[in-house]
């Protein structure tokens, strides 16, 4: 009684409601427990479903041995795929030598092409010969006024021949520079050289700002006209070789980057980029900012390896029609952009034959469509498009992909000695095709933010993986291919891109509540009619102009973190957890006006500015 004999068999109907079910069972009662799985074949391969199985059985054994393991605790990946994500996914090693300094790299292509054509702006032109031994003559009035190793240099100079030959001879001399952005707001500019204990200023604008730093024009020929051989090196693989200051939530931060980051960039990229393989003269267009770190990339990079470059000036780095003009004259290779930029220079080129002499295109800072390759290709037949992706904190790229032929766009795979992990929120590894955040170790890791302890211990954190190394926590998701290549998916916080120019948007608001009458407020990242915008939206306790709001802004922040557009709010809109609900705030009114800040066209206009500027205490003028 009650000892009937049964079997019971498991059928599948051929209907699944999910992509894939797990059932774990034991229908015939025999203590053995099975696991099956129902799953649509055109998602699932049999192989994926052995993955899967293998991880459920790694869960279980770790319970089995401990059964007071936490959840945050337990290892998804198998032994054996940990040990695969970490040596296989990450073979990058190439052996260099650590002790020479990047700007010996430059030194040594001098050496092979002192006659060729090493920089050219506004139709005028600089040989290697001449480019190092200005950058020599200034170097040596640096070491004469104390320039040593980590001596914080500061360049504040408009496009030129002599920005370059500024951030060359610090590197020589042993220091380490900060490249300052002219249109950055004078109090801006003031904490970037306190913050840092920059001692000396090169500029060609003695009245541009009041500073404690000594400054030093560097238009001055007189400087020039002696001590033009190369310095003796004193740069250490730990020492400082520049800073670059990015958008921070308590403030702008400075990155600190050290000799040996930059020569392991070197030795990556000439091993990486084709043009930059062949050792043949080829020409870049130069556009970019010199205080986004990718300039370093598309000028620096460039004259270490013999290439010329086209350095527009500052208005010609913005004007399609110029662009075009300089590409088609002077039959340019090579443009490096950030895709938004790309995009609208697409969108308004006059004669796409203008630009059919461009064989590569460098594409950063941004998140890169396939909507945009595929524009490009069309556009420019026989283009090789490269996406290139890493924070300022690992040195300009930590990956590199060639995206030309790619059905989906990714951000490649870690340049050489560099070590890319992804991570779930309890720093455990996630398995190839799943999201998690990157995190970044290797050569290219930086020393950390100027003194900002706090916030370096929270970035720059110990490699559980490779032990007596740092890695570094840079707040983007991610997840590995197949192919070992990297599908980035965008920001974890409230940092954004604009222009390919990173921003943390608290800064924004931090700005804006301390103008007078603003009681509340939040900034987001919209897109309106195709592009990317910053927009603000703000409850007042008083009578607020949003033209005056828009020059407060200008006084306090770079050009590109100001709003475009500003929104009223009668109160803002909270979720029930009493977060702002960034998701209902309305679309703001197209036609508002937008203040364009036009630059001086001649010396006169430049002077007329500074006068205003020191009359009425601001440091934006139209």
């Not at 200005?134 to 640096?142: E, F, G, I, P, V």
Request: overall charge neutral; proline content about 4%; hydrophobic content about 35%.
């Amino acid at each position: 009684e009650g000892n009937i004999k049964y079997k019971t068999e498991w059928t599948f109907n051929g209907y699944c409601a999910e992509n894939i079910d797990i059932q774990i069972y034991d229908l015939n009662d025999t203590g053995s427990l099975n696991i099956a799985y129902d799953y649509k074949t055109n998602i699932y391969h049999s192989k994926d479903i052995e993955e899967i199985h293998q991880r459920i059985l790694n869960i279980i054994k770790q319970i089995v041995l401990n059964d007071n393991i936490e959840l945050k605790d337990i290892e998804i990946v198998t032994p054996e795929e940990k040990e695969k994500l970490i040596k296989e996914f990450n073979k990058t090693e190439l052996e260099y030598d650590k002790n020479i300094p990047f700007i010996r790299y430059f030194e040594k292509q001098v050496e092979k092409t002192p006659k060729n054509i090493a920089i050219v702006f506004e139709g005028k032109s600089m040989s290697y010969r001449e480019l190092n031994e200005k950058a020599n003559s200034l170097a040596y009035q640096l070491r004469k006024n104390g320039v040593t190793n980590n001596t914080i240099v500061g360049v504040l100079q408009e496009r030129s021949f002599e920005m370059l030959i500024a951030i060359l001879a610090v590197l020589k001399a042993g220091g380490s520079y900060i490249p300052i952005a002219p249109d950055y707001p004078n109090d801006r500019i003031n904490y970037m050289l306190k913050d840092s204990n920059a001692s000396i200023l090169l500029t060609s604008d003695n009245n541009r700002i009041k500073t404690d730093q000594k400054i030093i024009n560097i238009k001055d020929e007189k400087i020039y006209e002696e001590n033009k051989d190369d310095l003796k090196n004193i740069s250490k693989p730990e020492d400082l070789s520049y800073l670059i200051y990015t958008s921070g939530s308590t403030g702008p931060k400075g990155v600190m980057l050290k000799q040996q980051n930059l020569s392991n960039f070197y030795n990556s990229m000439k091993n990486t980029i084709d043009y930059l393989k062949d050792e043949e003269q080829h020409k870049i267009l130069s556009i970019t900012t010199v205080s986004f770190d990718i300039f370093a990339f598309e000028t620096l990079m460039s004259l270490t390896r013999g290439l010329t470059v086209y350095l527009t000036n500052e208005n010609e780095q913005k004007m399609t029609s110029e662009i075009e003009r300089i590409i088609k004259e002077n039959q340019v290779e090579i443009m490096q952009t950030t895709p938004s930029v790309m995009k609208f220079h697409l969108e308004n080129i006059k004669n796409i034959n203008n630009i059919k002499s461009l064989k590569y295109i460098m594409l950063a800072g941004e998140p890169l469509s396939k909507l945009l390759v595929e524009k490009i290709k069309s556009m420019i037949p026989g283009i090789t498009i490269y996406n290139g992706y890493g924070p300022s904190e690992t040195t300009i790229f930590s990956t590199i992909a060639n995206v030309t032929a790619q059905e989906k766009i990714t951000i490649g795979k870690p340049v050489h000695n560099t070590q890319i992990y992804i991570l779930n929120k309890n720093g455990k590894m996630v398995p190839k095709g799943i999201i998690g955040e990157l995190y970044i170790s290797g050569d290219g890791v930086g020393k950390g933010y100027m003194n900002k302890n706090e916030q370096t211990k929270a970035s720059y954190l110990p490699n559980p993986f490779n032990p007596g190394t740092i890695m570094y926590k840079v707040g983007d998701l991610g997840a590995f291919e197949d192919n070992k290549e990297i599908t980035c998916y965008g920001r974890i916080d409230n940092q954004v891109k604009i222009r390919g120019l990173r921003i943390e948007l608290p800064e924004i608001e931090k700005q804006m509540l301390s103008i007078y009458n603003i009681s509340d407020c939040v900034v987001v990242k919209k897109e309106i009619n195709g592009k990317d915008v910053l927009c603000a939206y703000y409850v007042e306790n008083g009578p607020v102009d949003k033209n005056s709001l828009r020059i407060a802004l200008h006084a306090k922040l770079p050009e590109y973190m100001v709003p475009q557009y500003f929104v009223k709010m009668d109160k803002m809109p909270y979720t029930p957890n009493g977060k702002i609900d960034r998701k209902v705030l309305p679309i703001p009114d197209l036609k508002e006006a937008e203040v364009t800040i036009v630059k001086p066209r001649n010396d006169m206009d430049k002077k007329l500015v500074r006068i205003i500027e020191s009359m009425l205490h601001i440091s934006k003028v139209s």
